[in-house]
């Protein structure tokens, strides 16, 4: 085995071949972001129909339970968890992909002044040590904001229908809405689970949700350069 062999492929030495390199590596981290992405929108593409099945559910007739939409918030809740974990990984590839097309394909098509010199040295490390660059928490709330906010708020303003409305109820009264506090509460109860916690419980998430949806993003990263982003 000779010494090129043991040591690899050969590295690219004319600017041709640097340029091809760069260009075949472009299209493979646009193929993973891409394949990220989808990851992404079909999470969300299940979580609208999780939303829209369980409504339909829920609200077509009084037989039907409040607790179902409250399983349409668990089960929204634990797709929003698996998004933000594959967002993790898309922003990753997406990052890549926008220091080549920010600092590389840009610079070909119309030069000017250099932003930052050391924009290779950026990929060439995620390359040799890839690491997430969001936390969990900023890819969390990120999504919450960009697709889950309007789910939760169609899920509560369902679920408050149908606590305290008679007519979507087993036990229907005649009346259109639920006059004493105490009754809401009753309504409000799932299974032996008093009514209190349950309430207490649907708003503690959406004190969660509104603090996400209110979050402001730190304006040091990409996300501060530029309206088109996901």
Excluded: C
Aim: charged letters at 20%; zero cysteines; a positive charge.
């Amino acid at each position: 085995m000779s010494a090129a062999e043991r040591n690899g492929p050969p590295l690219p030495m004319t600017s041709s071949e640097k340029v091809n390199a760069v260009i075949h590596y472009y299209r493979g981290e646009m193929g993973r972001m891409t394949s990220w992405r989808d990851r992404i929108d079909r999470t969300s593409n299940w979580a609208i129909t999780v939303v829209a099945a369980l409504l339909s559910i829920s609200l077509s007739t009084p037989t039907s339970h409040h607790g179902v939409i409250l399983f349409g918030m668990l089960i929204v809740s634990l797709l929003l968890l698996i998004e933000a974990r594959r967002y993790r990984f898309f922003d990753v590839y997406r990052s890549r992909v926008r220091q080549l097309e920010r600092y590389y394909f840009a610079q070909a098509l119309s030069p000017q002044a250099e932003l930052n010199a050391d924009w290779a040295a950026a990929i060439a490390q995620s390359l040799r040590k890839p690491t997430f660059l969001i936390s969990y928490r900023e890819a969390l709330f990120r999504r919450i904001r960009r697709n889950y906010t309007w789910m939760y708020l169609i899920l509560v303003l369902a679920w408050g229908l149908k606590i305290s409305s008679p007519k979507l109820l087993p036990d229907d009264t005649g009346a259109e809405v639920v006059s004493r506090w105490s009754d809401l509460i009753g309504n409000a109860a799932l299974g032996p689970v008093s009514g209190w916690i349950v309430l207490a419980s649907v708003g503690a998430l959406y004190a969660m949700i509104v603090t996400a949806s209110f979050y402001r993003e730190h304006a040091d990263d990409e996300f501060a350069i530029g309206d088109a982003h996901v």
